[in-house]
């Protein structure tokens, strides 16, 4: 591999990564990064890891595993192991992925959901500032909560007025609904844990990076209920409208799908947390928006897209009906709300570390569907061809 080279012309030291969750969405992509394009090596935590298999596992073909050197998989659940304070230990920098992050379990478990992203992330913290180590920490965008713009009356002309809802990392405040709204327990939980990081940065020196995604998605996310998760399970957006698609169902949409997003594709999105990785010097101290500002849509266009692009990839025509609306108190129970629009403010990630996204949302959700597409269908005809028991 020839020599690579940071941002600033300085050669890159191949350094060793404790990776925490990293059998998820973001961490299996990320490995794939790491292990395909630098010298690094991983030690990879996580309880699961059906979705980094490919990179452990001898190959049929050679019979030798592709990374034998370079990626060790520890399982581990970090609430309670004492190996994970040597495995920090034995690393240059820590990335810590875990955490409970689908909106169905911030008001349905909430207890669950704040031990696992505030209590459970803390001796992590504790662990990299007590041995002078480099943490990478996964936040959200979900600790801007709503846009200041969401209170103002309804026909305001400053709702079209961008400081009126686009986020920055050091002026936006953090806005979030009453107690009893209990799906702020998860911003809630990573706003503390963000202040507990930048105060130990403070306090104590530690090297930290913050980073907060906006809405990454692309093959691998979460699962597809009934297939490879619980078939009462509720996951992000994109494997919602991906099951109904395959399954031929109309797309819910909840409380009319008003809500807005922007959407990333999971590559670009892994290219910034790279650039993080190996330039220090420039992310150290920082708090990153990393998302697709261009790539906005409703939730509604969103499943209209999706509807779509779904049957360009497959041929298969779309259904007559293929939205249908549900309100959030029947999908997610009480104690739901919701964050009414995400544009990142991209300045401070572009002037540290010159990186811009560049997928549009049609051509990730290409990529993404035919993926989807050719891991799922066949399991999906199986499950709805059995009889079902009444
Ligand atoms: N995907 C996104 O768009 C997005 C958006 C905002 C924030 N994030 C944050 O990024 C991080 C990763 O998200 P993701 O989308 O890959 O989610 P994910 O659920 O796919 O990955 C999280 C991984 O952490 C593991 N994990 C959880 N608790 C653990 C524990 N106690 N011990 C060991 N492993 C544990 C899980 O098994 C899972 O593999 C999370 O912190 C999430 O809050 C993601
Ligand atoms: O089937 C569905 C699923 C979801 N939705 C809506 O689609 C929108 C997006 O829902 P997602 O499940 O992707 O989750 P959200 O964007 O609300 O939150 C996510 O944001 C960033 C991360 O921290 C987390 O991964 C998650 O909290 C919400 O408005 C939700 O109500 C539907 O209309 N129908």
Redesign the pocket.
């Known amino acids: 591999m020839a020599q690579r080279l940071d941002l600033d012309g300085k050669p890159i030291k191949a350094i060793t990564i404790c990776m ?2 990293a ?5 299996s992509h990320l490995c794939e990064k790491i292990l395909h394009e630098t010298p690094h090596k991983i030690l990879a ?4 890891n059906d979705k980094i298999k490919h990179l452990l596992e001898p190959d049929s073909a050679s019979g030798t595993a592709p990374f034998p050197d370079r990626i060790q998989f520890h399982r ?4 309670h192991d004492s190996r994970l304070e040597g495995l920090i230990k034995m690393s240059d920098l820590t990335i810590n ?5 689908t909106p169905a379990d911030y008001n349905t478990r909430p207890l669950d959901t704040i031990y ?1 992203n505030f209590i ?1 992330a803390l001796p992590v913290v504790k662990y990299c500032s007590e041995n002078g180590k480099r943490l990478i920490h ?5 600790v801007y909560g709503k846009t200041i713009g969401s209170f103002l009356p309804k026909d305001s002309p400053l709702r079209q007025d961008p400081s009126y809802y686009v986020l920055k990392e050091d002026t936006s405040p953090c806005i979030f609904g009453s107690i009893e709204k209990q799906r702020w327990s998860y911003a809630c939980a ?1 706003q503390l844990i963000e202040r507990l990081i930048y105060a130990e940065g403070a306090e104590n020196g530690l090297e930290f990076t913050i980073v907060r ?1 906006f ?3 692309g093959p691998r ?2 699962f597809i209920p009934g297939i490879d998760g619980p078939s009462e399970g509720v996951p992000r957006v994109l494997a919602c409208f991906s099951n109904a698609l395959l399954r031929r169902e109309p797309l819910k949409l909840v409380d009319g799908g008003q809500s807005q997003r922007t959407f990333i594709y999971i590559k670009d999105a892994i290219e910034a947390v790279l650039l993080m990785i190996e330039n220090p010097a420039r992310a150290n101290g920082h708090i990153f928006n990393v998302g697709n500002p261009n790539n906005e849509v409703t939730v509604r266009q969103l499943a209209e897209m999706m509807t779509e692009v779904y049957a360009k990839v497959t041929g298969e025509s779309a259904l007559e009906k293929p939205t249908i609306d549900v309100s959030s108190k029947e999908f997610y129970g009480e104690g739901y709300d919701d964050s009414d629009k995400r544009i990142p403010d991209m300045t401070i990630i572009n002037k540290q570390l010159g990186w811009n996204p560049k997928t549009s949302l049609w051509d990730l959700l290409e990529s993404t569907l035919t993926y989807q597409h050719r891991t799922y269908a066949e399991a999906i005809k199986k499950v709805l061809a059995k009889p079902t028991s009444s």
Do not use: R
């Open positions: 925490i969750g059998g998820g969405f973001i961490g935590l996580d309880v699961y581990l659940n970090i609430k992925l875990a955490a409970i992050c696992s459970d996964f936040s959200t965008c979900e990573k995604p809405n990454w998605i996310m979460d």
